[in-house]
């Protein structure tokens, strides 16, 4: 049975930090693209941050580089999101996802947009609540 697990989430105040975690089991992690999503209220889910798997490129949405890093793990079959420099805009339940070996989404640029309907496997969210 695959599984992904978040942790990690709750509140901050703007300009704080938090970091994500994700366990992965029930699949060949280092086969799969790694990645976080995110859905605000009303809101469709959007692409934050992938980990293609192979090339370990990594893919961050425009409005969080410099801000969040993902980094993952294959020895723990884990992923991570660190945020720093929270903004309420970052307000969201975030998911951690993945896809066979390649990052669900379209390259304009150097601007990477997630296909939320390209991932194969989803944990079930876990909540951030950033306040001003």
């Known amino acids: 049975e695959v599984q992904l697990v978040e942790s990690g989430g709750g509140s901050v105040q703007a300009g704080g930090s938090l970091k994500l975690s994700c366990e992965a089991s029930g699949f060949t992690f280092d086969d799969y693209a790694v990645g976080w999503f995110r859905q605000a209220p009303e809101r469709a889910r959007e692409g934050v941050s992938c980990?293609?798997?192979?090339?370990?490129?990594?893919y961050y949405e425009d409005s969080v580089k410099g801000r969040f890093t993902t980094s993952k793990d294959g020895a723990k079959n884990a992923m991570y999101l660190q945020m720093s420099n929270l903004k309420p805009e970052d307000t969201a339940v975030y998911f951690c996802?993945?896809?066979?070996?390649?990052?669900?989404?379209?390259?304009?640029?150097?601007?990477?947009?997630?296909?939320?309907?390209?991932?194969?496997?989803w944990g079930k969210g876990i909540l951030v609540t950033v306040s001003s």
């Open positions: 996802a993945a896809a066979r070996r390649y990052c669900a989404g379209t390259l304009a640029g150097s601007s990477w947009y997630g296909d939320a309907g390209g991932m194969d496997y």
């Open positions: 980990i293609s798997s192979g090339d370990g490129i990594t």
